[in-house]
């Protein structure tokens, strides 16, 4: 199957402080997400990227796809950033998402 | 427009004993998804239905695992008897389509304890 690694696994920053995630993905890919799931254990998607560079707010996500990785960006960081962020790949001709380790990102004030 | 609604949030039970969860998914999406998420890791799937049809269901247990949606709208997620190992949370998803194009959105899941 398809293996997606995440890096780096912890992260703690200081609030304000920028950062970048990054997410290699070992096959071709139709469909690339990134998701935060927050202390209390809800899953958000942030962003639908299977390629190209999209921006909402502070965060920013871009995904090259021929060399099979994508970032997510984050600027300006604060405590409500915290979290585990989450990339997840549909491999082409599969149904279903499959998700990365993810990266758990603490932001301290 | 609503959320994708779970219930119950939290559930400790003994193992060999069974449980059932429940997912309505947002009005519209054709495509339901559980997750079984143990601490520490991704979210792996169990089962992905589209309409009341089963799509994949290949990582799910079937021999103490079973999920239905018979109208093709909410759905039950039931584990009979209940392992220590499946101590978890299972997250319920929907999304409009599936395929490439599609963009999950998740319940708030439920946690379950296995004594």
């Known amino acids: 199957g398809i293996q997606v690694e995440q890096s780096p696994p912890d992260l703690i920053l200081q609030e304000g402080a920028n950062s970048t995630l990054r997410c290699n993905f070992s096959d071709s890919v139709n469909n690339l997400q990134w998701f935060h799931q927050n202390p209390w254990g809800q899953l958000i998607n942030l962003f639908y990227i299977p390629s190209g560079t999209k921006q909402n707010g502070r965060l920013s996500a871009t995904t090259v796809a021929t060399e099979r990785y994508s970032l997510l960006y984050i600027s300006s960081s604060q405590t409500t950033d915290s979290g585990v962020y989450f990339c997840?790949?549909?491999?082409?001709?599969?149904?279903?998402?499959?998700f990365g380790t993810g990266t758990r990102l603490t932001v301290i004030p | 427009e609503a959320g994708v609604a779970q219930s119950p949030r939290y559930k400790i039970i003994e193992k060999r004993q069974s449980v059932a969860f429940w997912c309505n998914p947002i009005s519209g999406h054709a495509t339901l998804y559980w997750y079984q998420q143990i601490l520490g890791q991704g979210p792996k799937l169990l089962i992905q239905f589209q309409n009341n049809g089963v799509v994949d269901d290949s990582q799910l247990p079937k021999d103490r695992f079973s999920a239905e949606r018979l109208k093709g709208v909410d759905s039950t997620l039931k584990i009979q008897p209940a392992k220590l190992e499946d101590s978890a949370v299972y997250l319920c998803a929907s999304s409009r389509q599936q395929g490439d194009a599609n963009v999950l959105t998740f319940g708030a899941g439920s946690r379950l304890t296995v004594l």
């Open positions: 997840a790949v549909l491999k082409a001709g599969a149904n279903n998402l499959f």
